[in-house]
């Protein structure tokens, strides 16, 4: 997910889709713990896009007070 595609999201929508990622990346690590994934590459991906929400969550939160 793009910085441009989180900054278009509400902060409802960013806390929902913070929740699935997280959710997603712990998924990610079980299975790649089992067996190797095809693209482990995604478990970084899915860390970013976390980092990204995040991020813009924080701003808006400062941007509030």
């Known amino acids: ?3 441009e595609v989180v900054r ?3 902060t409802q929508e960013i806390k ?3 929740e699935e990622e997280r959710k ?3 998924r990610l690590r079980m299975n790649h713990a089992i067996s190797p994934l ?3 590459r ?3 991906e899915n860390r970013k896009t976390i980092a990204r929400l995040l991020t ?3 701003k808006r939160e400062e941007q509030q007070a």
């Open 38 to 40: 095809d693209n482990p």
């Open 56 to 58: 813009e969550l924080k």
């Open 16 to 18: 929902e889709r913070l």
């Open 24 to 26: 997603g990346l712990i």
């Open 8 to 10: 278009e999201l509400s």
């Open 1 to 3: 997910m793009k910085a």
């Open 42 to 44: 995604k478990i970084g």
